[in-house]
């Protein structure tokens, strides 16, 4: 979530500046861990549906229990802030962090009695609970990612702390996919079993970081932004297509990445087994991580003449690790996956087009994932296979770039206002379980042309839908003082 307002929160007087780094790097290890757990829903969609023989669309079903928890959740967080204040600024967003990572530790803990008594309502159940922590965790987060530090490079800060989180992305589909289908898996493993020490062990490190965050004196922050009642926010339409934008987004992202496993099983695309697909997954969700690191360059501060240059060794370093990290696993030649390299110098070229404007930037992402989706529908092979992969690549600035333009000259709308941005994660829900639907009525390639319908949109929103216009009180009021002069 980037773009948070960084004003809405001052230091504590006296308070020294040292523990910055050391907080932004114990808070990049949360951001890892939240996109790890993420991710790992993109492994036991293929996993519950073969154990629970489950059609496209009740498969999907895992991520709108998922994704649906953030929505319910910062409905909630929404309506008690509206009425009694905003309840992270009371709190502080330290205990908000530590209250987000045991609920998404006991959440994790679920999945022991579901995979015991194999009932696929009750790990939809765990979902949800687990969701539910990651509300909380988006909420504190970022917002305190952006205020550690200077307000002009808070951009920059949280794209590079969402670098980490798909880090977290990139590696769960190889260590996740591992995990569960070879070590805890296998002929003799019984239901879903294979998913019992995976995820205790994920409920232990939870707990672990939330000991860690809890002994760490991290800096104290004062919330001073004045919390609005009613909802104003919602007057500004640059916002409500915002939110829209996000959910088309989320949606886009998650449902694509959901359906991956499945769609290079294809015999037509690879026919790859779970277990090779997994690995490939890792070079989807790798491409948002090297996309958000040269985003977080992008927006910073360097001088034009180096960031450019910069930017081509953090994607060569980046494309090595990934690729580094999938061959230890698997063995898989560099051959195999040199063609990904096409589309990373098409990304570097993206952001020299976009010129580090968020607007012009998110548009050309846009178009560019659209066409790429185009050529999965009409192509089979290699070039299928390919293409869908390199949409990591693109979404990687688009929650940002979003999320900053969408709260832009909000004022004290914007604490409002970021309430009902992450309440837009609904998209992840959603899309995905439509797409399932399509997939299970008009073929598994066919149903990609779903999120064109989302890039089409976000393509719209970063050329026209971003533009701030003003409030219709605002116009009336203005006439009316020319009227009377």
């Keep these: 979530m980037a773009g948070t307002n960084e004003t809405t929160a001052d230091v504590v007087a006296g ?33 519950l549906k073969a154990v629970f023989e489950l059609n496209y669309f009740e498969a999907m079903l895992i ?33 908000g962090i530590i209250l987000g990572l045991v609920i998404g530790a006991f959440g994790c803990v679920l999945f022991i009695p579901a995979a015991e008594y194999l009932i696929y309502g009750f790990f939809l159940s765990a979902l949800f609970c687990l ?21 002009k490079t808070a951009s920059s800060r949280l794209n590079l702390a969402q670098g980490f989180n798909s880090f977290g992305y990139t590696i769960a589909p190889l260590i996740g996919g591992y995990l569960i289908f070879s070590f805890f898996g296998g002929e003799d493993v019984v239901g879903a079993d294979a998913l019992k020490m995976p995820y205790l062990g994920l409920s232990g490190m939870f707990l672990l970081l939330a000991i860690i965050i809890k ?31 996000i959910f088309m987004y989320v949606g886009a992202e998650v449902s694509i990445g959901s359906i991956l496993v499945n769609f290079f099983g294809l015999p037509e695309i690879a026919g790859l087994d779970e277990t090779d697909a997994s690995t490939f997954l890792s070079f989807y969700w790798g491409g948002t991580m090297i996309g958000r690191f040269l985003g977080a360059i992008s927006l910073s501060n ?16 980046a494309f090595l690790i990934i690729y580094g990290v999938t061959y230890l696993n698997t063995g898989v030649s560099f051959q195999e996956i040199s063609p990904f ?119 719209y929103y970063g050329i026209k839908g971003y533009k701030p216009k003003p409030l219709i009180t605002d116009i009336l009021s203005e006439n009316e003082k020319t009227i009377n002069k």
């Design 215 to 245: 002994v760490n004196p991290l800096p104290k922050l004062i919330n001073n932004e004045i919390i609005e009642k009613g909802a104003g926010a919602l007057k500004f339409r640059h916002l409500v297509l915002g939110m829209i934008a």
């Design 302 to 317: 360097i001088a034009s003449n180096k960031k450019y240059g910069l930017m081509i060794i953090i994607a060569i370093v």
């Design 63 to 95: 991520q709108f229990a998922f994704f649906g928890a953030y929505f319910v959740g910062s409905v909630i967080y929404f309506l008690i802030s509206m009425t009694y204040g905003d309840p992270i600024a009371k709190m502080g967003y330290k205990n």
């Design 131 to 151: 969701g539910l922590g990651m509300t909380v965790l988006q909420i504190a987060a970022n917002p305190y990612v952006a205020i550690l530090g200077s307000p």
């Design 15 to 47: 308070e020294s500046t040292k523990g910055y780094k050391r907080a932004f790097a114990i808070l990049t290890m949360l951001f890892f861990m939240w996109g790890f757990i993420t991710c790992l829903n993109d492994i036991l969609i293929p996993y």
């Design 341 to 459: 390299l096409i589309f990373v110098v098409l990304n570097l070229l993206a952001f020299k087009l976009g010129n580090s404007n968020p607007q012009r930037t998110l548009a050309i992402f846009a178009g560019i994932a659209t066409l790429l989706l185009v050529i999965v529908l009409i192509t089979t092979g290699k070039v299928a296979f390919w293409s869908v992969i390199a949409i990591g690549l693109f979404n990687s600035i688009m929650w940002s770039n979003v999320f900053t333009l969408s709260i832009n000259g909000l004022g004290k709308y914007t604490s409002q206002a970021s309430s009902l941005l992450v309440m837009a994660i609904l998209g992840g829900a959603l899309v995905p379980l439509i797409q399932g639907a399509l997939a299970d009525a008009i073929g598994l390639q066919m149903s990609f042309a779903l999120p064109i319908i989302c890039y089409a949109y976000l393509m």
